[in-house]
């Protein structure tokens, strides 16, 4: 433990440090200098500091003051050293611990620095405790973040699995989603939300019929209002949880097939109508759904479905979502590519 001593006077300066230096495991920093102490020891490295009163310069009040503006100097101990009654109100307003009162009674001055200096040993173990508990919150919110994380996805590639071979469209637009919104400035809070709620966008397809969903021609009229229907099942399905994440799911699961010109489904929404992250992950899913084969298409060139986007901006596509797409444009080459790389594993 280390003891700031700071008095102009000698022979109180060395009466204190033999005493300090008694107490096991205790070092003195000895200062006469009221400016030198506070310029070479900070609040922050002490354990306990003895301040007198009357010193040329600093008067002890405003080095208490200066202490416990200080890095770490709030919860310190001070003891005042003065043999002045007039003077305590003051001291304790500015955050004086304890007093000893001079001429020192060197039993009641070992026993005030020994109860001082437990004092300092229960806050640090206090701290070092509330340090072990954040971390270990930490910890244990990490785990449920990816616990959480696994879960959506999994039952997000159940529903998947009946539109596409593989299952990894969902896993390749939530990244190419998150791509988008780092792009635009999310914060990273946002973003996480947007990765993790994207994923469920589709979730209403399982309401869908095979003979629908699965067509290899094209729909009829009452087949196309069917399919259309999948964005309301999601919303359905999502709606009114507790969750802010689920809440988010359920609005890109109703508008992801909204469009800027206001031709989508299922509300004709336009513009910025739609909510932001259903018109990122219109961006992310065409694209990832153009480049993948399915039963009824084959997968378009990158570059053909980088045009189709490129193209339908500011009609299907919110212009700065696409802006932000092609700002990321070798990001989402790396994705697709790892992801080709991925199912050619498998298989």
């Keep these: 433990m280390r003891v700031l001593i700071l008095d102009d006077s000698a022979s109180s300066l060395m009466l204190l440090e033999q005493l300090v230096s008694k107490i096991e495991g205790c070092t003195a920093l000895p200062f006469t200098d009221p400016a030198k102490a506070l310029s070479e020891v900070g609040a922050g490295a002490i354990d306990l500091a003895l301040v007198d009163y009357m010193m040329p310069g600093f008067n002890g009040i405003d080095v208490v003051k200066t202490l416990r503006a200080m890095p770490g100097g709030a919860d310190l101990p001070v003891v005042m050293?003065?043999?002045?009654?007039?003077?305590?109100?003051?001291a304790l307003d500015a955050?004086?611990?304890?007093?000893?009162?001079?001429?020192?009674?060197?039993?009641?001055?070992?026993?005030?620095?020994?109860?001082?200096?437990?004092?300092?040993?229960a806050q640090n173990n206090l701290r070092d405790k509330a340090s072990?508990?954040?971390?270990?919150?930490r910890k244990a919110t990490s785990a449920l973040v990816l616990r959480e994380e696994e879960v959506i996805f999994r039952l997000s590639r159940a529903a998947e699995y009946r539109d596409s071979d593989t299952g990894q469209h969902i896993e390749r637009m939530a990244k190419y989603s998150l791509l988008i919104a780092e792009a635009l400035g999310l914060d990273e809070e946002a973003c996480r939300?947007?990765?993790?709620?994207?994923?469920?966008?589709?979730?209403?397809?399982?309401?869908?019929?095979?003979?629908?969903?699965?067509?290899?021609?094209?729909y009829s009229p009452e087949e196309r209002a069917?399919?259309?229907?999948?964005?309301?099942?999601?919303?359905?399905?999502?709606?009114?949880?507790?969750?802010?994440?689920?809440?988010?799911?359920?609005?890109?699961?109703?508008?992801h097939h909204e469009r800027w010109d206001g031709t989508g489904y299922p509300s004709r929404l336009c513009r910025t109508e739609i909510p932001l992250f259903a018109r990122i992950t219109a961006v992310a899913d065409v694209f990832d759904a153009l480049t993948s084969e399915r039963p009824y298409k084959r997968?378009?060139?990158?570059?053909?479905?980088?045009?189709?986007?490129?193209?339908n901006s500011g009609k299907q596509f919110d212009p700065d979502c696409v802006a932000a797409f092609m700002q990321r444009w070798e990001d989402v080459l790396i994705i697709h590519g790892s992801h080709q790389s991925?199912?050619?594993?498998?298989?």
């Excluded at 020192?104 to 200096?117: P, Y």
């Excluded at 994923?199 to 094209?218: E, N, Q, T, W, Y």
């Excluded at 060139?301 to 193209?311: F, N, V, W």
């Design 132 to 137: 072990w508990l954040a971390e270990e919150v």
């Design 193 to 218: 939300s947007l990765y993790l709620s994207c994923p469920m966008h589709d979730v209403g397809k399982i309401a869908i019929r095979d003979a629908i969903l699965l067509k290899p021609g094209k």
């Design 342 to 347: 991925k199912s050619r594993a498998v298989a």
């Design 81 to 90: 050293l003065t043999g002045r009654d007039a003077i305590r109100y003051a």
């Design 226 to 255: 069917a399919m259309e229907r999948h964005t309301i099942h999601g919303y359905e399905i999502l709606a009114n949880s507790n969750s802010t994440l689920i809440q988010t799911a359920a609005a890109i699961a109703l508008s």
């Design 299 to 311: 997968a378009w060139s990158l570059e053909e479905a980088r045009l189709h986007i490129l193209e």
């Design 95 to 121: 955050g004086v611990t304890d007093f000893l009162t001079k001429p020192f009674d060197t039993v009641e001055v070992k026993l005030r620095i020994r109860n001082m200096l437990k004092l300092r040993e």
